[in-house]
Nanobody
Framework: QVQLVESGGGLVQAGGSLRLACAASGRTIINYAMGWFRQAPGKEREFVGGVSRGGGIINYATSVKGRFTISRDNAKNMVYLQMNSLRPEDTAVYYC???????????????????WGQGTQVTVSS
């Protein structure tokens, strides 16, 4: 079992930045691909970005490409999401997720991830 805890969310003005962190415990994440997803009110949870277990493959949703950067520190069991140039439409609860099944790639689908954090709220004001 992998436990995931997100932090770093908050309220920011449009154009600002936030850095989300995901702390993993229970097992080392070195064998897991890690992903970030988000869910806005009234909408389905959607893929934001993912990184393979070795960090060699990184995928982003088109809506965040060029603005968000995902990274991982396997030694610290941490995953990060640097979010720049934030927009009001980025407002959502952001979730960290882990998968061993898709460890060699950076899966985009929710059902490819086995472990989820509780989420952290990001609110971008206009």
């Amino acid at each position: 079992q992998v436990q995931l805890v997100e932090s770093g969310g908050g309220l920011v003005q449009a154009g600002g930045s936030l850095r989300l962190a995901c702390a993993a415990s229970g097992r080392t994440i070195i064998n897991y691909a890690m992903g970030w997803f988000r869910q806005a009110p009234g909408k389905e949870r959607e893929f934001v970005g993912g990184v393979s277990r070795g960090g060699g493959i990184i995928n982003y949703a088109t809506s965040v490409k060029g603005r968000f950067t995902i990274s991982r520190d396997n030694a610290k069991n941490m995953v990060y999401l640097q979010m720049n140039s934030l927009r009001p439409e980025d407002t959502a609860v952001y979730y960290c997720a882990a998968t061993m099944r898709g460890a060699l790639v950076a899966p985009r689908m929710l059902n490819e991830y086995d472990y989820w954090g509780q989420g952290t709220q990001v609110t971008v004001s206009s």
